[in-house]
């Protein structure tokens, strides 16, 4: 079976501009969950979904928004960046309905740098 | 204070050693989970613990729920070990959000 892919790997933007970030589960997997990683904060977990529904959300800015479709691909948004906002990306999906209850796969992240 | 703390935060180790990576948590939790994260970026989950002792090759990994503290262990360390390693658990507080320990980075010399 093929991973979690993320798309794009590498991303540049200004400050105020918006971004999306794709994530696509391993075939099979129903959870995906979307962390933010920088070097002062380490690990965060931002949202999770499940059969398209947002299950929990981290504590982060009304900004921070995502969403999943039917295919349990996920897409989660940022608007109006901020140089803060700069971080690697993570997505992770699961079998499970709960993340965190199951072995979770990770993508190979997307590096956002906010200029 | 962190919900979950891990030490040490760093640690070099000669190849052939055994390594031991400790963490601790102060939430109730579902699950803990080790993940090893290379330079680059990528992750790994290890380990997925809610009780006892899993072992893999040569990493062991082992949860005290009454304590609240989870500990890893490489034995016969080489440097392909090197790496961070985080501790992470599903907490039944605060929404049942997933919370990541600081990570303790590794490096192991030949």
């Given at each position: 079976k093929a991973g979690v892919t993320q798309t794009p790997r590498y991303l540049i933007k200004t400050r105020g501009q918006q971004v999306t970030l794709s994530c696509s589960p391993i075939s099979g997997h129903r959870s995906v969950s979307w962390y933010q990683q920088t070097p002062g904060q380490g690990l965060q977990f931002l949202f999770e979904y499940f059969s398209e529904t947002q299950r929990n959300k981290g504590?982060?800015?009304?900004r921070f928004s995502g969403r999943q479709f039917s295919n349990s691909r996920s897409e989660m948004n940022v608007s109006t960046?901020?140089?803060?906002?700069s971080a690697l990306y993570l997505c992770a999906s699961s079998l499970?309905?709960?993340?965190?209850?199951d072995t979770q796969y990770f993508g190979p992240g997307t590096r956002l740098t906010v200029l | 204070k962190n919900e979950v703390e891990q030490s040490p935060q760093n640690l070099t180790a000669q190849e052939g050693e055994f390594i031991t990576i400790n963490c601790s948590y102060s939430v109730g939790i579902s699950a803990l989970h080790w993940l090893q994260q290379h330079p680059g970026g990528g992750i790994v989950s290890l380990f997925m613990l809610s009780s006892g002792k899993k072992k893999h090759g040569r990493l062991i990994a082992t949860i005290n729920i009454q304590e609240k503290h989870s500990s890893l262990h490489i034995t016969?360390?080489?440097?392909?070990?090197?790496a961070v390693y985080i501790c992470a658990v599903r907490s039944n507080?605060?929404?049942q959000n997933f919370v990541f320990g600081p990570g303790t980075r590794l490096s192991v010399l030949p």
């Open positions: 504590n982060f800015p009304g960046l901020e140089l803060g906002d499970g309905q709960v993340v965190g209850t | 016969a360390s080489h440097p392909r070990d090197s507080n605060y929404g």
